[in-house]
């Protein structure tokens, strides 16, 4: 199983970019998505995740109204449009994937029994 994260960058302020990640390995509409993020000197945080049919999503707090999260279950693969970034949002960000072919998104507590991808920074300067 491969999971390729790509689409971060140096963003100012209030910018925007969009994350994908390509996975390959798997059957890729049974397994939830999501996408994590850690910055430096902090534990790794949830960010979003999508159900494996793309009909249920959820995110963390800090990020509701101004992330998005996508699939496109032809092309294995998943999206995060992240709009109005802060420098908060600066961190490295990683997409997972958790078998689940029943529905839901599979919460916010992943573990290393899922599968990782290599990450992605993001680098928001104010």
């Known amino acids: 199983v491969q999971l390729q994260a790509s689409g971060g960058g140096l963003v100012q302020a209030g910018g925007s970019l969009r994350l994908s990640c390509t996975a390959s390995?798997?059957?890729?509409?049974?397994?939830?998505m999501g996408w994590f993020r850690q910055a430096p000197g902090k534990e790794r945080e949830f960010v979003a995740a999508?159900?494996?049919?793309?009909?249920?999503?959820n995110y963390v707090d800090s990020v509701k109204g101004r992330f998005t999260i996508s699939r496109d279950n032809a092309k294995n693969l998943v999206y995060l449009q992240m709009h109005s970034l802060k420098p908060e949002d600066t961190a490295v960000y990683y997409c997972?994937?958790?078998?689940?072919?029943?529905?839901?998104?599979?919460?916010?507590?992943?573990?290393?029994?899922?599968?990782w991808g290599q990450g992605t920074q993001v680098t928001v300067s104010s």
């Open positions: 997972a994937a958790r078998y689940n072919p029943y529905g839901g998104t599979g919460g916010s507590t992943w573990s290393e029994d899922d599968y």
């Open positions: 390995g798997l059957p890729f509409s049974n397994y939830a």
């Open positions: 999508i159900s494996s049919q793309g009909d249920s999503t």
